[in-house]
């Protein structure tokens, strides 16, 4: 079992996409742990309140990944498993951001909910984030509830985007990816070629202007694998639940694929009979909305481990 | 401030719909409280596990609804306010009801998302309903957290069928309105003509079978009213937040409505700014799905009380 | 067979909603013929370019509807058929209007898909509509090819606003719906209560910007029954086609009702095979967009009828 | 003005995605013409009708595409000017396929469309094509309509699998793109790296079973290059209309991104204003659906060219 650390200095956030046309800037045996310095999503260009966001983003140039980490062993049909061990904050302060982006968000049209309205104005908030709490303003401190907003292994074939998830992992949003939480991302590529970045400080349900409170993040976590678990859609496991999580458009697909996912794995691993699961997550399954703005929309579903 | 008690003998369940066309059933002062009787969404017809959906359901007279209660001096423009106060159980055992109702659900087909496809068996659960749990099979018990899955008041000219939620409210299916909730609802129609039924004991995020833990009840709540506060979709209230809910599809649109909803609640009433709420809730604004199963999609949206 | 006339006079235009509630304005024997004088969709308010949308329209009490018609002996189960004779302009000009309507149309933010965006401006253009064409300006005239936007039976208990459409018609916004076809309706009430209304002299599909060239008509149609046919959705037929058409959000669902209502047709009427006939409407299905504003969008599934 | 012709051995089909980490298999000069043996979405695996799908596909390495083909000075922000000459079919009879695949078409429910219902059963249908028509069966002959179903250029950097289309083009499956007309694509990786197969001898809109009369091709275009004319969707042409090209989920979206985009073709190319353009699509604006089966949906919207 070794510790890597992975510099922001050493990587090549390189060409801020991954597929397995990307070499790896690290190699790992299942049951290492990594510590990576993440960028934050706007690659750190954010500096001050008068940047504006379009004339930083050069599209598709954003949401910048650290990696990709090739784990030996790992290969189609297999699940990497990433346990998220810890996530701080990272570089100078104001080092949180948060913004409207012009024709992105959840309450704007955006470029494909194409409308003929002048987009909202771009506004770019700095906070202080610490691990006590990152003041807003004078009377409202938000939590210190952080996670990995981007994260995903290599496509079999293609090369994705860093700001669409989809049964890669990818942008999720999901704020279930913290520290004390198991994310099983389905293998495809040799060496998995796992990839992470866009650390959120806090995030509310559905991102709904699009931005968080974007960070730099130094992230440990350990790697391993699951030999011949094959997963169709990332899924998740914390000390009190296990998740599957769907990324699709309309959002009704997406907790579709969530909660068919998650009848299928109470049927496989738990013994369920397939209508009773269906049954009973009627009753008992919690959703998790990771994002509404991004190119695929994420949901996560849910059912408590006392009912296993 | 009058106690009114309505019995299940003393309702007309006539025509299953609501609409400014119905006479109400009760007359109460603001300030008022109401016990009713609520039917169960089958109107108590499922009464054994041999009893097939199919053969009980006679689409549209399905989900009958107590009331219309007519609220002296509501006028369109107004708010309705209702307090949950208890939610009994009633009936004899085994009084709690599950099932799959041949295309209907989340997991299946319907009659708009249409496939040729074989519709899922159908199935049907009795469970026992008490205060202390509901035993589902030997290993797991569920338990006991009531609320209504359909209240609304009457839209202006429309008599809506009670299977589709709305800017009225309706078929919501939303968990957060059980006891001790205020629901705040549009008056469109003199008297509000409040109308509820579709008990649940329980319920997942998203209903995702189409059915809860379907039971009658009695339900006490108190009925009051804000007078010129002119609500677009219906609101909630609870010692801890405050929500928005939107019905519509597809569901991104539920959430659309819900926290744009939101935003504006937060500008006319608590002082905020609309970017600066926006920006807020893309951090701490959380997300419940009531149903992915009706006509309508139905999403909550929230944000804590110790953010305003 | 009788000659009916229908003056706009002779009308309640009560209360702008159609459901079983609303007494008949005029009672026909199947087969006979019904001239009818329609209101365009703004009730003839909008006089000229200086009226603004948001001054004259006062929702819900928009799109008035003529009717309802009693066609004797018409029930549950029977089909409506409508045979579109002729569609005449009618009053003074400019007798067409379109127009921009604040958060309304289909490359705009709505009250449904919310956006924080400023609405777009409130435009209002009158045109002069004959039957040899409508001048648009110095250099574009538009082709005159009338049709009924907003027509259907009641539901069995609803009474359902007339902006939207549904399995009972309504405001499809379908251009097929024009001199010459025969659309069918499912009837649900007894007498069927036919209403129409919302004429437009010319539409492009989807009816993109929300306002047809809307105008006052005299619809000459003929009514009969098909008795014992049970319809779900609307079907139509011309000298060349037939066609089914479902009302939905997301559009998909329009699509596939329309296509599903399309294979049970081919297999119900014609003897097709259901797999033959899905697989033959791959390759010679067509698809008519009637409306992607509408709170259901609408879509036509058809196939010549050379191929039955 | 050199003609290339690019034999079905001298291609690579490798690995069935286009991006700009591909070499090209071709390079010509703006004004060429290619002639290119294109294979059929099956790779002319699919010999005989029990020759089941699942048996042959092996996604993703589905959909193969030939080329890509390196444009001599494209650039980014520049657009390719794809003609289309003529399609011939190519190969052994019966050379035409069309298929029902598990959870893959219009009326399925399917990967994220997920429901718990069982698979539609797999069927083949082959037939013989020519020119002068395609036989279904004793009754019915197709017409040979043929057309190219993916076309597309290299994303800037993104590897897109090939059965997704999108703002590079890719599999749209809209019958729009046959002989005559001229299809332009946006250039974002330098020689636009351009790549197509997926023949269709005949398709219905929104191939709607998810599979047209599939088929091997020779295909004759002509390639020429539109300096500096920065596309943000692809755009087509004909004797007779302007079409814009979108393509997304929820289908809505597809029609939002293709009428949007064609209002703003006709006020940067036609000197119209934007409102008037808007006023006038929804009168005169055609829609064409390619397909309701594809990972995202495609929709051209169109305006003839008499009114420009």
């Known amino acids: 079992m070794t ?5 922001e200095t050493d990587q090549r956030h390189y060409p801020y996409t991954i597929g397995p046309y990307h070499d790896p800037v690290l190699r790992v045996q299942p049951g290492d742990t990594v510590i990576v310095e993440t960028l934050d999503a706007f690659a750190g260009k954010m500096v001050d309140e008068r ?3 379009s004339s930083i983003l050069n599209y598709p140039f954003v949401n910048p990944q650290s990696g990709p980490i090739y784990v030996a062993g790992a290969e189609k049909g297999d699940a990497l498993a990433v346990t998220m061990r810890s996530i701080k904050p990272r570089g100078p302060q104001p080092r949180g951001t948060t913004c409207l982006v012009p024709h992105f968000g959840g309450l704007t049209s955006t470029n494909t909910t194409v409308t003929l309205q002048e987009p909202l104005p771009e506004i770019v908030k700095k906070v202080h984030v610490t691990e006590e709490g990152i003041p807003w303003n004078e009377r409202i401190t938000l939590p210190y509830e952080p996670f990995i907003g981007t994260i995903g292994t290599s496509p079999e074939l293609e090369s994705i985007n860093s700001l669409t998830p989809g049964n890669h992992g990818g942008n999720m949003d999901l704020p279930d990816v913290g520290p004390g939480s198991t994310l099983y991302l389905p293998v495809r590529a040799p060496g998995a070629l796992l990839h992470l970045g866009d650390g959120h400080a806090v995030q509310g349900d559905g991102e709904v202007c699009g931005v968080a409170i974007e960070f730099a993040t130094t992230t440990e ?4 694998l699951v030999k011949g678990w094959t997963l169709n859609w990332p899924r998740l496991e914390t000390a009190d639940f296990i998740m599957s999580i769907g990324s699709a458009r309309p959002l009704e697909d997406a907790a579709r694929i969530a909660y068919g996912d ?3 794995w109470l049927v496989d691993s738990y013994g369920f009979h397939k209508w009773d699961a269906y049954m009973l997550l009627s ?7 990771g994002n509404m703005v991004d190119p695929n929309y994420t949901m996560g579903a849910s059912i408590a481990k006392r009912y296993l």
């Open 3 to 7: 510790t890597h650390f992975l510099r």
């Open 51 to 53: 940047t504006m966001p």
């Open 221 to 224: 976590m350990t790697l391993d």
């Open 262 to 264: 998650l009848v299928q």
């Open 283 to 289: 009753q008992v399954g919690k959703v998790r909305l």
